[in-house]
């Protein structure tokens, strides 16, 4: 059930059931037709006498009272069917029935018995206006804007009694002076007369404060509500004009003369007829009280009717006419058109269903279509990079908006995953805010996505300058965001998985590089080094042979030089074997390597270890080349007075890490290095992770953790 308007009264929704709501304001609504009806088909089929004929606007002041009544009764009955607490229906339904009586009283001038009746009860339509009077001071709420407007409530209910209480007991009508049937004679009649014309003119000035109320309520109102307020605004200003523009008409047509008449009477009925106009349109564009949904079903059953009861008249009643001229229906005419009906039925329905759809929501579907075709499409199976395009396109075609975005959230950041209309451009990225929404000042409305309490994404919407959700619109946007919880869920994974395997594929390229490297290293090493040394032993070898039996002492003292050159090739490859995998963390694990370690440093440096057993050869070489890589760094760039080592061992992982005491930076600002990088990169190609918290000032400490299993325990 839907909720009623913000301040709309309780209390008497609940007194009126909603059967008694619906009989009660057909009943008003029939009588005020029928009423309407037979007073103009009447004087249509019989005309007044010329003397008593109005002039040559009657037939368009008839026009304008037929549309005053209809617009009044016909909105004045919808309300009161759906929103019985709220008074507005039952002041339109009530201006609508006054004029109603008043046109009866055009049947009565056509009697010379009933006729002073007819002069006395024509003028009743005014009590009318002063029921509109009362619409535009409560709508749409119902209540009064403040407590400061119940003068002018008082004033008009005042008038309205007045007007009719002089009218009823003045001695003349106040229609060009005829006796009025019931008239008191004497000062007692003369006081009526003036109180009839206080009413008159005390209607007007309430009139006019209630249309200034209604600005008041148009400036203080939220976005929707000006929406649904402004078009009665703009009746207000053409009831002003058309009252100031008495004088100018009396002006030049002469005041008091038929033809001034008919100007001034079918100029204050003519706009104060669109005052239920203005409402419709509230209600229809704007979805005023939320009656969408009975309107919709309303035009679709009662076309259905009205196409059911002619198939049935125009066949069995006009074909069997003519066939049997008088006989009793044809039994065989009323099965055919029960065929034709039940044919025709379902794309007859169809059609009017998408009149309505037209008429109550416009070029776009119904809110319900929008969520189920939105659940359709999304069970559908579509590629994952289809989904989100799709879903800005169904949130822009039901909504009416000229251009949706959906969000995706990445950290603090929001990225556009999809707009629509499809050449409509991304959108930067923007900052998360407050209420975890991207920073998009031109959306007019944006809602977070969530899935079980985390915020994925959000989506977005603008409108055409100068329109703004309805609340229809608004409540389909909430349901759509809280669908596209687990369509963004799985986005957002599978843009982690692409992203994730991007970053794998670019951390497999850095290894080889670096394996490239180091190899170019080990050979330049290997080149400069050992190689040098190896080729000058075997020059030294052959120097020595040739002076074997020739010189004893020059042999002593290059064999000596052999001996040292041979001591140092040999030393050289022990240092370059180290680089490659060192002989001290094979034979005694991580702890003993990196003590040994820790007492070459330049930077006094401690090692710590907590259940740290023997692991797999790559997982412990992985674990001291980063743990170095970090000494390293501490000796280039910290600073530091000293370092600390912490190894941690348990059934499933290795853990590490390297703190000290040095300068600091900011990891977001400045990002991985060289060195930190290809750290991340050795541990994430044993599907480790690494991180480094560090602040300037608070030194900095790298961490890194390796799944792994125990070959020994410690």
């Given at each position: 059930m839907t909720p009623d308007y913000p301040g709309e009264p309780r209390s008497a929704g609940r007194a009126i059931m909603p059967r008694a709501a619906f009989w009660c304001a057909l009943s008003i609504w029939v009588l005020t037709v029928a009423m309407a009806a037979t007073a103009a088909i009447y004087n249509h089929v019989h005309p007044l006498p010329p003397v008593l004929n109005a002039g040559t606007g009657n037939a368009v002041a008839g026009t304008i009272a037929g549309t005053f009544i209809g617009g009044f009764a016909t909105v004045g009955a919808l309300l009161i069917w759906k929103r019985p607490a709220n008074p507005i229906g039952w002041l339109l339904s009530a201006s609508g029935l006054s004029y109603a009586f008043a046109t009866t009283g055009l049947l009565l001038l056509q009697f010379p018995q009933t006729r002073a009746w007819g002069n006395w009860l024509g003028w009743l339509f005014f009590t009318g206006f002063g029921f509109a009077v009362f619409v535009l001071l409560l709508f749409p709420t119902g209540s009064l804007p403040s407590r400061r407007w119940r003068p002018v409530a008082w004033v008009t209910g005042f008038a309205v009694v007045a007007w009719a209480l002089g009218n009823i007991f003045a001695p003349a009508s106040f229609a060009g002076g005829s006796r009025s049937p019931i008239g008191v004679a004497g000062p007692a009649g003369h006081v009526f007369d003036l109180l009839a014309r206080a009413g008159l003119l005390l209607v007007a000035a309430s009139g006019l404060a209630a249309i200034v109320s209604l600005v008041f309520r148009y400036r203080r109102a939220r976005t929707v509500e000006r929406e649904q307020l402004k078009w009665l605004v703009y009746v207000g200003a053409l009831i002003v004009v058309a009252a100031l523009a008495t004088v100018p008409i009396e002006h030049f047509l002469g005041a008091g003369s038929a033809a001034a008449n008919n100007l001034e009477n079918a100029l204050a009925t003519g706009t104060t007829a669109l005052v239920p106009v203005a409402i419709g349109i509230a209600i229809f564009r704007y979805h005023l009280y939320d009656i969408d949904v009975v309107i919709n079903k309303t035009l679709v059953y009662g076309s259905l009717a009205v196409f059911i009861t002619g198939v049935y008249v125009a066949i069995v009643v006009g074909i069997g006419s003519l066939a049997q001229r008088g006989a009793r229906p044809s039994l065989a005419l009323s099965i055919a058109a029960t065929a034709v009906v039940a044919i025709a039925f379902q794309p007859v329905r169809a059609w009017v269903q998408r009149l309505a759809n037209r008429l109550v929501y416009g070029r776009r579907a119904t809110p319900y279509q929008v969520l189920a075709d939105f659940a359709g499409?999304?069970?559908?199976?579509?590629?994952?990079?289809?989904?989100?395009?799709?879903?800005?396109?169904?949130?822009?075609?039901?909504?009416?908006?000229?251009?949706?975005?959906?969000?995706?959230?990445?950290?603090?950041?929001?990225?556009?995953?999809?707009?629509?209309?499809?050449?409509?451009?991304?959108?930067?990225?923007?900052?998360?805010?407050?209420?975890?929404?991207?920073?998009?000042?031109?959306?007019?409305?944006?809602?977070?996505?969530?899935?079980?309490?985390?915020?994925?994404?959000?989506?977005?919407?603008?409108?055409?300058?100068?329109?703004?959700?309805?609340?229809?619109?608004?409540?389909?946007?909430?349901?759509?965001?809280?669908?596209?919880?687990?369509?963004?869920?799985?986005?957002?994974?599978?843009?982690?998985?692409?992203?994730?395997?991007?970053?794998?594929?670019?951390?497999?390229?850095?290894?080889?590089?670096?394996?490239?490297?180091?190899?170019?290293?080990?050979?330049?090493?290997?080149?400069?080094?050992?190689?040098?040394?190896?080729?000058?032993?075997?020059?030294?070898?052959?120097?020595?042979?040739?002076?074997?039996?020739?010189?004893?002492?020059?042999?002593?003292?290059?064999?000596?030089?052999?001996?040292?050159?041979?001591?140092?090739?040999?030393?050289?490859?022990?240092?370059?074997?180290?680089?490659?995998?060192?002989?001290?963390?094979?034979?005694?694990?991580?702890?003993?390597?990196?003590?040994?370690?820790?007492?070459?440093?330049?930077?006094?440096?401690?090692?710590?270890?907590?259940?740290?057993?023997?692991?797999?050869?790559?997982?412990?070489?992985?674990?001291?080349?980063?743990?170095?890589?970090?000494?390293?760094?501490?000796?280039?760039?910290?600073?530091?007075?000293?370092?600390?080592?912490?190894?941690?061992?348990?059934?499933?992982?290795?853990?590490?890490?390297?703190?000290?005491?040095?300068?600091?930076?900011?990891?977001?600002?400045?990002?991985?290095?060289?060195?930190?990088?290809?750290?991340?990169?050795?541990?994430?190609?044993?599907?480790?992770?690494?991180?480094?918290?560090?602040?300037?000032?608070?030194?900095?400490?790298?961490?890194?953790?390796?799944?792994?299993?125990?070959?020994?325990?410690?």
């Open positions: 499409r999304m069970a559908g199976a579509y590629a994952a990079e289809d989904l989100l395009p799709r879903m800005a396109r169904i949130l822009a075609e039901g909504t009416g908006a000229t251009r949706a975005d959906v969000w995706l959230k990445s950290g603090d950041t929001f990225h556009d995953g999809a707009a629509w209309p499809p050449d409509a451009p991304p959108l930067p990225p923007a900052r998360a805010t407050a209420a975890d929404v991207p920073a998009y000042a031109a959306a007019d409305r944006i809602l977070p996505v969530r899935y079980q309490g985390e915020a994925l994404g959000a989506l977005s919407l603008s409108k055409r300058p100068g329109e703004s959700l309805t609340p229809t619109e608004d409540r389909l946007l909430a349901d759509l965001a809280g669908q596209v919880g687990l369509v963004l869920k799985n986005a957002g994974l599978r843009e982690q998985l692409l992203a994730r395997l991007e970053e794998i594929r670019a951390s497999r390229l850095r290894l080889v590089a670096a394996q490239d490297a180091e190899r170019r290293r080990i050979e330049r090493n290997i080149h400069d080094g050992a190689q040098q040394q190896l080729v000058a032993l075997a020059i030294k070898l052959s120097i020595t042979e040739s002076m074997i039996g020739t010189d004893t002492e020059g042999e002593r003292e290059l064999l000596a030089e052999l001996r040292q050159d041979a001591a140092g090739a040999v030393e050289d490859l022990r240092d370059l074997a180290r680089g490659i995998y060192p002989p001290l963390l094979a034979s005694m694990g991580l702890a003993a390597a990196l003590e040994a370690q820790a007492r070459k440093a330049p930077v006094p440096t401690s090692v710590a270890a907590d259940g740290v057993g023997r692991y797999p050869q790559e997982v412990e070489a992985a674990v001291f080349f980063c743990v170095l890589e970090a000494l390293q760094n501490v000796a280039k760039y910290a600073g530091a007075s000293r370092a600390e080592v912490r190894l941690a061992g348990s059934g499933h992982d290795l853990r590490f890490e390297v703190t000290d005491d040095g300068a600091g930076f900011d990891p977001r600002s400045r990002g991985y290095g060289t060195g930190l990088q290809g750290m991340a990169d050795r541990l994430h190609a044993h599907g480790g992770s690494l991180d480094v918290r560090s602040a300037p000032g608070a030194g900095t400490t790298v961490a890194g953790r390796l799944p792994c299993r125990v070959l020994e325990a410690a």
